[in-house]
């Protein structure tokens, strides 16, 4: 019966071997029933060709074939194509005829045309000559495992992206202050020169030359800490048009030569309520993703549109309302994207970069900032046909005039009074008393919270607290501002640091929602004159 074609006993789905070598009969046939009775292992015979020649009801199970489909067939049909035109059966043969044993894991393809992840082992098999006879090959399907496994390596890939976006959050934010402190004396001391100089016109132009680049440089600290802590919005009005022409020149440099960059901005008045600073992250990040998606080259198109939703489309997204919208699009003619790409882009850490390109908070910052604002971002994308991102902002009436600046802010300064000055940078110490001074207040300063106390038992009549928050020796200005409150419960406390509001204690809450009123650095001599007289305004 030795190589018989006669079909299998129920349960069996091809013919092995009636006898092993050297093996009783009994022995023999009840290892041919164990071997075609097991489900979760594929193992059959090949020839020396590589030719099936049995057939277990496991392998039917994993592979999808039955005994009389694929008995005779070259065990290479079970690769990918690509396994095929490398030349992998062949090796596996080879490799086992030279050593004994081939082992390997690799997608294999089913039947049906599915891909399984599988272990494959494939023995030599001699006679009692020791001379080659075939091989058996042993199969275990392990697409599961290697799923976990995937899942596990996503896991811990996107734990180590945020690991590392903790330590760029701590190093970032130590930056922020202590540079926020530079530009503080830098604005101040501005503030001061102009207020005592009264310089003629040109002279005012290059004092004003430099508060704007000392603004550029407050807005870059809060770009920098926007991945590693929320930031709260100050929305204003704003012309999209010109915003995004003030800031093309940076767009276009993040841009290398082979990429074409073309702006077309709709003519007509395009005005929203928000955050400047925080649209032009939100391009730059657009931007950034597209040119990224063309590393051979393309055409980048950003442009500006009006849209009126109506009704039935704003049910299609649900966050708009039917209303007049101000469009921004940004089309790449890049690689695209699939569907099941498409659909996770606004997840946090998720891209699909190489370790190390991306940090994949690119499109969540554009989500997250959108949301806030009260907009909307679509994108539309196929592979191979670029990707196309629209943003919708609420358009305001052009007629509605914009916020003022700080330059047409009342100036007046506050009311006069006694006020202790806590800063532990003697630069920042140095301007910020000036600038009291100026203001006709009485100035008395310390270094820190436990000199300040001492200060504050001293002085009965001191009108206001002005401290810092990150001070040394163990007490920060939070701290210090409840224990002199306990101590002067008529005391006018203003709190200030270079960390946003939202990196600040707990008890400090949100700006000015906190337990004490606060004033974010690089602040101007305005916005601190403006700042006093609020807190004198404030029931004692």
Request: charged share 25%; glycine share 8%.
């Amino acid at each position: 019966m030795r190589g018989s074609k006669k079909k299998s006993p129920a349960g069996q789905a091809g013919p092995l071997p009636q006898r092993l070598p050297g093996s009783p009969a009994g022995t023999d046939q009840l290892f041919r029933i164990l071997v075609q009775g097991v489900t979760d292992y594929a193992i059959f015979l090949l020839d020396t060709a590589g030719r099936v020649s049995t057939w277990n009801v496991g392998a039917e199970r994993i592979k999808g074939y039955r005994a009389e489909e694929i008995i005779g067939s070259h065990f290479s049909r079970f690769y990918t194509e690509e396994d095929r035109a490398a030349g992998l059966p062949e090796r596996a043969l080879r490799i086992a005829t030279k050593t004994g044993r081939f082992e390997s894991e690799g997608w294999r393809v089913r039947k049906d045309g599915s891909g399984f992840w599988a272990s494959v082992v494939v023995d030599r098999i001699v006679d009692a000559d020791g001379k080659p006879v075939g091989f058996a090959k042993v199969t275990r399907d392990m697409t599961e495992r290697r799923r976990a496994e995937e899942t596990l390596e996503q896991t811990r890939a996107a734990l180590a992206q945020a690991q590392k976006m903790e330590a760029v959050g701590q190093l970032t934010g130590g930056v922020a202050h202590d540079f926020n402190n530079l530009l503080t004396v830098i604005t101040n001391s501005l503030d001061l020169l102009e207020s005592r100089l009264r310089p003629d016109a040109q002279t005012k132009r290059i004092i004003d030359s430099a508060q704007r680049a000392a603004d550029r440089g407050a807005r870059l600290t809060e770009q920098l800490l926007a991945f590693a802590r929320r930031q709260p919005l100050r929305p204003e009005l704003h012309n999209i048009n010109r915003l995004i022409q003030g800031f093309e020149a940076v767009l276009r440099r993040a841009c290398p030569e082979p990429i074409e960059v073309t702006v077309a901005l709709d003519p007509a008045a395009l005005t929203a309520n928000i955050d400047s600073s925080q649209f032009e992250t939100a391009l730059l990040n657009l931007v950034v993703n597209a040119r990224d998606a063309m590393p051979d080259g393309g055409v980048l198109r950003i442009a500006t549109g009006r849209k009126q939703i109506g009704a039935a489309e704003a049910k299609a997204m649900p966050d708009l309302a039917a209303g007049d919208y101000v469009t921004i699009s940004i089309a790449d003619t890049g690689e695209g994207m699939p569907q099941e790409v498409l659909s996770r882009v606004f997840e946090p850490f998720f891209t699909t970069k190489e370790v190390g390109k991306g940090s994949g908070l690119g499109l969540s910052q554009v989500y997250g900032f959108m949301a806030q604002s009260g907009g909307h971002v679509a994108i539309d994308s196929m592979p191979a046909a670029g990707t196309t991102v629209t943003l919708y902002l609420s358009a305001v009436d052009a007629g509605v005039a914009p916020a003022p600046s700080d330059r047409s802010e009342d100036e007046r300064p506050p009311v006069s009074g006694r006020i202790l000055v806590v800063e532990d940078d003697p630069e920042v110490l140095d301007t910020t008393v000036e600038m009291l001074r100026a203001f006709g207040w009485e100035v008395m300063t310390a270094g820190d919270g436990p000199s300040a106390l001492s200060i504050l038992r001293r002085e009965a009549d001191l009108d206001v607290l002005f401290t810092d928050i990150v001070m040394p020796r163990g007490m920060n200005g939070v701290e210090l501002a409840q224990e002199a409150r306990r101590m002067r419960p008529q005391l006018r406390v203003l709190l200030a640091s270079g960390y946003p509001a939202s990196a600040l204690p707990a008890d400090q809450g949100d700006g000015d929602n906190g337990e004490f009123p606060f004033l974010s650095k690089p602040y101007r001599a305005s916005e601190l004159a403006k700042k006093l007289r609020a807190l004198q305004t404030l029931p004692q």
